[in-house]
């Protein structure tokens, strides 16, 4: 212990220290990474990530496919080589270490146990019990007014005296649940929307299984899409409709909205994307994990199973963000013994989804091997539809530090549709991006709208040119809503009986807690 006491003095009483190298990176903020003789593992450590960096980018003859695969698993190993990752290494840990004379490292491996435990007996993470669904999470008000083999469609209860007569309906991705958007009351973009005078409904997919596996993209739009605007159309007759989607649940509608264009339905007011990408040339760090052979090495697992389960999917995610989402929880959790907080965010996380084995195979080769959408050879009902062909005013969110929906890849809308588009790049990431409740410290937005038929600017110039404003872009959400609404009237009943839409039950329904 006293030769570790030795090592954490300063340098200045025993052997002369080169100047602290400046760093951005953030896994050495702490000062102590300043001091010899970590500040020599830190240097050598950025020297040799750097130059990895460098020998995995343009090197002749290599395809970028396999560039970037090189590129991606020379990072992983440098995560996770890292010197803030040992015991030995770390002056922090170090530090706590004979401070609490090891107690740390006991406390660490105490929860290294539990968390083996819980994995191997299939329980959620630790703190996820104070995060229960319609108990916590997911408590705005509302019923469930359809239910069939593949969504519950939820109709939320107002909460002002009038309405505007436009509802809005939001299509999440099945690839997460719904209540991302519903978290806890203070940062439901739901129940935000509500209380701004919207009438909401919201798709809740099934949790599918085995039995599910032969369900595909044409079902995803026929009983999810089509069925939830059937449902709200009768609900609230003779009423525009604001389609929103995020992620790709957002995809989905912009494929749906383009056969409504094409086919003359004009029921859309308005269309909104969060986080959603129509073109998939470029999908960023995701694209790593795209090729012919994992699809088909993905697609033999699922022949299987029936369905592509939810730690193959969150694995792909965790590595995109390793730091984030392992080593520094693992530096936190193991080597310091802190626990650290959960959240409704994170618990939302940990509450995984399933996806049937023929849509997602659909999906990966339509859109992100083929790109079918972008190039007008996406069909629906046998013919192919086009982007172009929606003319309702959009609104679109890119989210700037995206892992899943690059915000490059996001607009590359403008360059697949000439109507009125307004975007929108809010800091943050793919889910906390979105989930950005008005006066929460540290976020601002970028706005700007193209009016219909006007030229394509570049995103790089668009972001050097759109307006920065300071908060939450909900409320510039909210106001362009408005401003494509009518005059509030009385709100609408729940559900339409004689219609065939009765109130089933309280949101948030079943099918979110299987």
Same mark, same amino acid.
């Given at each position: ?34 001091? &010899? ?14 130059? &990895? ?273 392992? &080593? ?19 618990? &939302? ?166």
């Amino acid at each position: 212990m006293s030769l570790l006491k030795k090592s954490l003095v300063s340098p200045d009483q025993e052997v002369a220290s080169p100047e602290p190298s400046p760093t951005n990176d953030r896994r050495f903020n702490d000062p102590a990474w300043d001091q &010899w003789p970590y500040n020599l593992f830190r240097s050598s450590f950025l020297i040799q990530s750097k130059w &990895w960096e460098q020998a995995t980018q343009g090197v002749w003859g290599v395809d970028p496919q396999h560039e970037r695969l090189l590129a991606f698993g020379a990072k992983q190993w440098l995560e996770m080589v890292s010197p803030t990752n040992s015991a030995l290494f770390n002056p922090v840990v170090l530090k706590k270490t004979i401070e609490e004379q090891g107690a740390n490292l006991a406390r660490g491996m105490s929860n290294f146990l539990d968390d083996l435990r819980r994995q191997l007996s299939g329980e959620p993470p630790a703190g996820t019990e104070n995060f229960v669904v319609g108990r916590d999470v997911a408590v705005t008000e509302g019923k469930v007014v359809l239910r069939n083999q593949l969504i519950e469609l939820i109709q939320y209860t107002p909460t002002t005296a009038k309405v505007h007569p436009e509802p809005i309906l939001i299509i999440p991705a099945w690839i997460m649940k719904y209540y991302v958007l519903d978290l806890s009351p203070h940062n439901s973009l739901i129940r935000y929307l509500v209380a701004q005078g919207h009438t909401v409904f919201c798709i809740s997919w099934k949790n599918p299984d085995a039995s599910d596996r032969d369900l595909g993209m044409d079902e995803y739009l026929e009983f999810g899409l089509r069925a939830a605007l059937d449902a709200v159309t009768s609900i609230v007759p003779e009423q525009g409709i604001h389609a929103a989607g995020y992620c790709l649940g957002g995809t989905l509608l912009s494929i749906g909205a383009s056969a409504m264009a094409r086919d003359g339905d004009t029921r859309l007011v308005s269309v909104s994307l969060l986080a959603a990408q129509t073109d998939f040339s470029e999908p960023g760090e995701l694209s790593v994990f795209i090729n012919e052979s994992q699809v088909a090495l993905l697609e033999a697992s699922m022949a299987q199973t029936g369905y592509l389960t939810p730690e193959q999917m969150s694995g792909a995610f965790q590595l995109l963000r390793a730091y984030d989402l392992i &080593w520094s929880r693992m530096i936190d959790e193991y080597l310091l013994g802190d626990r650290r907080p959960m959240t409704d965010l994170m618990a &939302w996380n940990a509450d995984g989804t399933r996806l049937p084995a023929k849509m997602h195979s659909q999906y990966l080769r339509r859109l992100y091997l083929n790109n079918d959408l972008s190039a007008g050879r996406y069909p629906v009902a046998g013919r192919p539809v086009s982007v172009g062909d929606i003319a309702v005013p959009m609104f679109c969110v890119g989210t700037a530090t995206d892992h899943v929906a690059p915000w490059h890849s996001v607009y590359k809308l403008h360059l697949l549709s000439s109507a009125e588009l307004t975007f929108v790049l809010t800091t943050g990431g793919h889910n906390g991006g979105i989930v950005s409740e008005p006066g929460r410290g540290k976020r601002q937005y970028q706005i700007h709208t193209r009016a219909a038929g006007d030229g394509y600017m570049a995103p790089d110039e668009w972001q050097a040119t759109a307006q920065t404003h300071p908060d939450s872009w909900w409320p510039a959400w909210s106001a362009w809503l408005r401003e494509r609404s009518g005059d509030v009237v009385a709100p609408p009943l729940m559900g339409a009986e004689s219609s065939g839409y009765p109130t089933i039950c309280d949101a948030p329904g079943e099918y979110l807690r299987n």
